[in-house]
Nanobody, 118 residues
């Protein structure tokens, strides 16, 4: 129901843009979802990277503030994460997430690997 893409290998200081497209099956709820990106490194817990609420407000992990930007393209049912000034410590599998507060429904993308070389 969520399909993530855009990961890859990039040098430190470079940029990547991750995309996450919602399927038509959840089209009716897409607009109301709290949208987010998480990341996970092997052996560590999954951590929130960026959140976009339905009212347009955003929240970011301290480690990515000023470098990452979360946004949405409603016409394309897509959640975006623009990542600039990437650092080796940003290397992780990134997951998109959609959460519907009214029903506690939650959707996860399959994960896309981002590798930042030093």
């Amino acid at each position: 129901q969520l399909q993530a893409s855009g990961g890859g290998l990039v040098q430190a200081g470079g940029s990547l843009r991750l995309s996450c497209k919602a399927s038509r099956a959840i089209l009716s709820t897409f607009w109301s979802l709290r949208k987010a990106w998480y990341r996970q490194v092997p052996g560590k817990e999954r951590e929130m990277v960026a959140t976009l609420n339905s009212d347009g407000s955003t929240d970011y992990a301290d480690s990515v503030k000023g470098r990452f930007t979360i946004s949405r393209d409603n016409t394309k049912r897509t959640i975006l994460l623009q990542m600039n000034s990437l650092k080796p410590e940003d290397t992780a599998v990134y997951y998109c997430n959609g959460f519907l507060p009214s029903s506690s429904q939650e959707f996860w993308g399959q994960g896309t690997l981002v590798t930042v070389s030093s």
